[in-house]
């Protein structure tokens, strides 16, 4: 059992950042798995439930702003990776990750796979859920902090996302640690 694990979210000044998990079952392949950035919004979605109704298993993990905010982003991407390895609940004969580094403490022996996303099913597998399940959380925070247009920039660094920040000052899911929100929130103070 290969466990695919990757991420979203790491670069946006706002919102969470997300892990996937996932063990694909061979008996049933899954057409067009790649990295979720070279998919369309419309064909990560179609993906995204086919995904879980396949695999053997898959967890998805968060890491709060707040947690970004303490650890920094790099820790806490590790953090969201080992919380979506947990809720799988089987411990896999192997994990790749992608990228070049590793969390600590993994419950078996792993792997880091520079653009694994583009090479192993699994992994790509994972950056699609981790993708969908953030751009829905930030669709959801689009309508408990108004006007920073959330639905459309996902929380990553846009004109739009600079100019609400200027205007309304960061909120509750913005990253403190971030340059641009620690700028803004000088500006306010």
Sequence with gaps: MICGVDEAGRGPWA??????????????????????????????????????????????GWASPGEIDTLNIREATFLAMKRAIAIMGVIPDEIL?????????????????????????????????AKVARDRAMADLEHRYPGYGFFKHKGYGTQAHSEALQQLGPCG?????????????ETVA
Excluded: Q
Aim: with cysteine; proline share 9%.
């Design 173 to 185: 899911c913005h990253r403190t640690s971030f340059a641009p929100v620690r700028r803004a929130l």
């Design 15 to 60: 919102g969470p950042v997300t892990a996937g998990a996932v063990i694909l079952d061979p008996r049933k392949p899954i057409e067009g798995l790649t990295d979720s950035k070279k998919l369309t919004e419309a064909r990560r979605e179609a993906l995204y439930p086919e995904i879980k109704s396949k695999a053997l298993t898959y967890g998805i």
């Design 97 to 129: 990750v992608d990228g070049n580094s590793l969390p600590d403490d993994l419950p078996c022996k792993a792997r880091a796979i520079v653009k694994g996303d583009l090479t192993e099913p699994a992994i790509s597998a994972a950056s699609i859920l």
